[in-house]
């Protein structure tokens, strides 16, 4: 399998200190500024950069997941929200970690299930093993917890096939597999997956492909690196930019592998060496990926 940087396209017009959860739905690509409460949205349909619309919400977003023609759910720092369509109204879902304010919410996937997996983190320490893993309900939006002792839980992603949910355990340099049961909610086992060095950076977003491939993002190596369902290295692709954060699949016929990256904390000289950090990136695969959930839709 190859990703190939040679028909790489970049979105120019949306920098971001932490460009993150990228959605492909409805042949639109929508993705958030995790440093700032900015959401964006872009028809990707088309040939070219397409024109980007910014939403600026009243929530410090983190991360985002599509719940059909019903709108959005975002998880922000201070809690869960569900969204209309257009990013204007916002109903509270719940925080299951306001009870200390030093932790809050981060990344989120859709199960299979059509439920929405959410973490959270120690937003003053990262290397605290306070991160949790927890589940909302797509029918009773209880919100259930799963899995605790993080140092930042991240890049949460489904392998439908396998019945498998990766983690990651950023601040170890780790990514868990758990196995599940049919419902997509029930942990039969957990292990480490793989872990890196100092020099390939952090884990941070997580994708499987049709092939149940794992794509991982590593966030200040500027790498995406592939991984086989038995735990074997497949690719390593450097990027042209130091923070890759998260990525997903998109196109008629999800071939397009679409990369968030970030600026963040970055030096005037890393800037330089480096512009195209916090941009949203657009790379070729050899091999079609898997949709993104829609929440309250699934098994």
């Not at 917890?145 to 780790?174: C, E, H, L, P």
């Not at 977003?205 to 966030?219: I, R």
């Not at 130091?242 to 030096?267: I, N, W």
Request: aromatic content about 8%.
């Amino acid at each position: 399998m190859t990703i190939s940087l040679a028909s790489m396209e970049v979105f120019p017009s949306t920098s971001a200190a932490i460009g993150e959860s990228p959605v492909f739905h409805n042949e639109e690509l929508v993705w958030v500024d995790a440093e700032g409460c900015r959401i964006y949205r872009a028809a990707v349909g088309k040939p070219g950069n397409p024109d980007i619309v910014e939403h600026t919400v009243p929530v410090p977003v983190s991360a985002i997941a599509c719940a059909g023609e019903n709108g959005w759910i975002l998880v922000c720092k201070n809690g869960l929200y569900h969204c209309d369509r257009v990013f204007g109204s916002l109903l509270p879902l719940g925080n299951p970690v306001s009870r200390t304010s030093e932790l809050r919410l981060n990344d989120c996937k859709v199960s299979p299930s059509g439920d929405l997996w959410f973490g959270s983190m120690n937003g003053s320490d990262l290397e605290a093993p306070d991160g949790e893993i927890f589940i909302l309900h797509r029918k009773t939006l209880k919100i259930e917890k799963v899995d605790a002792g993080f140092a930042v839980s991240n890049g949460i992603s489904f392998d439908a096939v396998r019945r498998r949910v990766y983690i990651t355990n950023m601040f170890r340099r780790q990514v868990f597999v758990y196995e599940l049961e049919q419902d997509f909610r029930t942990v039969r086992s957990k292990k480490v997956f793989l872990e890196l060095t100092e020099q390939q950076g952090y884990p941070d977003g997580l994708k499987t492909d049709s092939k149940g491939n794992l794509y991982v993002c590593h966030w200040e190596a500027g790498l995406i690196s592939v991984w086989s369902p038995d735990g074997q290295c497949l690719q390593q692709l450097k990027l042209p930019v130091k923070h890759a954060t998260r990525c997903t699949f998109g196109g008629p016929v999800l071939q397009d592998l679409y990369v968030t990256s970030g600026s963040y904390e970055m030096s005037d000289d890393e800037k330089r060496a480096q512009p195209l950090s916090g941009l949203t990136l657009r790379l070729n695969n050899s091999i079609p990926g898997v949709g993104d959930g829609v929440f309250g839709s699934g098994r």
